[in-house]
């Protein structure tokens, strides 16, 4: 199967990083999600019933995201990827997420993630 659903630079502000300055305040990131699905029943039925709800995945990561409170950017979307494994019928989930600013020399850094429902 290689029908896929994604969503691409999704900003979310969130509590995280390990250093003191960065507990103080939430701090943007930009994040890609990919799930992986099958499209046969929403194909033929025409019906966001048998789809994924883009928005909903969408306002599925915000709520996620306010209410988070990690250090690494790792355990941040290992609980992410677990959160929308639960919600979602996604077979696999690839997450990219960017943290923009984080070191000066950089335009961003992040880190990407490929699970696949246990």
Same mark, same amino acid.
């Given at each position: 199967m290689n029908d896929? &659903?994604? &969503?691409?630079? *999704? #900003? &979310?502000?969130? *509590? &995280? $990083?390990? *250093?003191? #300055?960065e507990r103080v305040r939430k701090q943007r990131l930009i994040i890609d999600i990919e799930l992986a699905t099958d499209f046969s029943a929403a194909a033929a039925s025409d019906k966001v019933s048998d789809a994924i709800n883009y928005a909903a995945v969408a306002d599925h990561i915000a709520a996620f995201a306010d209410q988070a409170e990690f250090g690494l950017l790792e355990a941040f979307a290992s609980a992410l990827i677990n959160s929308v494994f639960a919600a979602y019928p996604a077979t696999t989930i690839t997450l990219t997420i960017k943290k923009p600013g984080a070191i000066a020399a950089t335009?961003? *850094? $992040?880190i990407r993630l490929q699970?696949?429902?246990p």
């Open positions: 896929c &659903i994604f &969503i691409e630079q *999704l #900003h &979310i502000d969130t *509590l &995280i $990083g390990v *250093l003191p #300055h335009r961003e *850094l $992040g699970r696949q429902r």
